[in-house]
């Protein structure tokens, strides 16, 4: 069975970074593109980051680069989001993600992933 577990939401400053987690069961990163949505209240969930097993470089949303790192842990099967220089957003939440047979331009679909966490939750504001 299949489990992904976020952590390390909460409130931040603008200007300020935060760390999320996901620690990942049932699963090998060898075999799965992971990735971090995030959705808004009333807005579609929105790519923000996936690395690919096959290629081992990140994609980001053009929104995130340069401020957003994704790194995965493969020994502790934990996908890690570094998020600094944060801007203003309303409480949103950032969810991870895990699929297979995805390609470069499909990682950013959310109907590619077969598993889901339950989200953590990140505000930004002063």
């Known amino acids: 069975q299949v489990q992904l577990v976020e952590s390390g939401g909460g409130l931040v400053q603008p200007g300020g970074s935060l760390r999320l987690s996901c620690v990942a069961s049932?699963?090998?990163?060898?075999?799965?593109?992971m990735a971090w949505f995030r959705q808004a209240p009333g807005k579609e969930r929105e790519f923000v980051a996936a690395i690919r097993p096959q290629s081992g470089y990140p994609s980001y949303r053009d929104y995130v680069k340069g401020r957003f790192t994704l790194h995965k842990d493969t020994a502790k099967n934990t996908l890690f989001l570094q998020m600094n220089s944060l801007k203003f957003e309303e409480p949103t939440v950032y969810y991870c993600?895990?699929?297979?047979?995805?390609?470069?331009?499909?990682?950013?679909?959310?109907?590619?992933?077969?598993?889901w966490g339950q989200g953590a939750q990140v505000t930004v504001s002063s």
């Open positions: 049932g699963l090998s990163f060898r075999n799965y593109a």
């Open positions: 993600a895990a699929g297979q047979g995805l390609i470069l331009w499909t990682v950013a679909d959310p109907g590619r992933y077969a598993y």
